[in-house]
C-alpha cells in the first residue's frame, strides 16, 4: 500500500524534483533519500498505522484533495470554462497538496467525471482535455444566474425582432422606389400566364378530336 502513500513531487519551474512521503509528511531531497526515509523504523510504524485504517487514511486525504481543487474551482474560475489540467497544476504548487496517488481518485479525468456526477461542475472533454466550469448552488447565486440567463434571452429576442423590422421596412422602401408599371406588370404577370396555361389546355383537347 506504500506505492498509494508516497509520491514523488514534480518539477515547479526550475526547482529539482523532490520526494516527498504523504504518510509521514517528510520531504527528502533526492530519490536515495526517499528511500532510505521508507526503510526507517518511523515509516514502516506509520505505514502498519495506515494499513489498519486504510479507509479512514483514503477519506482523510481524498477530503483534503477534493477541497484544494474546489477552492481554485470555485473562486479562481467560478464563472468561466477552465481546463482540469490548469486547475491540477495550480493546486500542486502548494508545497502542502495531497497528490492524486494519496486518493480515491486513480486519474484527474475520474475525479472530474465524478465531480460532474454529483453535480458540483458542468464537465465537458474537448481534443485538449477536460473543461469544467463550477455550479454555485447558493440560492442567491442561482437567482442572479437565472436573471441573467433571461436579461440575455431577451436581448438576443429583441435584437432578433430588431433585424426582421429593418429587412421589412428595406423592402417596403424598395418596393416603393419600383416605376408603377412595372409593379402593375407584375401583378398582371400571373393572370396573363394562367390565360396562356388555359389556352394551351383546350386547344391540346381540340387537337385530339
Avoid at 56 to 79: Q, V
Avoid at 94 to 99: L, N, Q, S
Avoid at 146 to 168: C, I, P, S, T, W
Wanted: aromatic share 8%.
Amino acid at each position: 500500500m506504500s506505492g498509494a502513500i508516497h509520491k514523488a513531487k514534480k518539477p515547479q519551474g526550475r526547482k529539482k524534483t523532490r520526494f516527498y512521503c504523504e504518510l509521514c509528511k517528510k520531504q527528502c531531497s533526492d530519490a536515495n533519500g526517499f528511500k532510505c526515509h521508507t526503510e526507517t523504523e518511523h515509516h514502516k510504524q506509520m505505514l502498519r498505522v495506515f494499513s489498519e485504517n486504510q479507509d479512514a487514511y483514503l477519506r482523510k486525504l481524498s477530503g483534503k484533495f477534493h477541497g484544494g481543487m474546489m477552492r481554485i474551482i470555485s473562486t479562481r474560475y467560478a464563472r468561466t470554462a477552465v481546463l482540469m489540467n490548469t486547475v491540477y497544476n495550480e493546486y500542486i504548487g502548494d508545497p502542502h497538496h495531497v497528490h492524486m496517488n494519496a486518493t480515491r481518485w486513480t486519474s484527474l479525468s475520474g475525479y472530474t467525471q465524478w465531480l460532474a456526477s454529483i453535480g458540483m461542475v458542468w464537465a465537458e472533454e474537448r481534443p485538449e482535455g477536460w473543461y469544467v466550469r463550477y455550479i454555485d448552488k447558493d440560492p442567491t447565486a442561482t437567482k442572479l444566474r437565472l436573471e441573467g440567463e433571461e436579461r440575455e434571452k431577451a436581448r438576443a429576442r429583441a435584437e432578433r425582432e430588431a433585424r426582421a423590422e429593418m429587412e421589412e421596412q428595406r423592402l417596403v422602401e424598395a418596393v416603393e422606389d419600383i416605376p408603377e408599371a412595372v409593379v402593375e406588370a407584375a401583378v398582371e404577370a400571373p393572370k396573363t400566364i394562367k390565360k396562356v396555361l388555359k389556352r394551351g389546355k383546350k386547344e391540346k383537347r381540340e387537337a385530339l378530336f
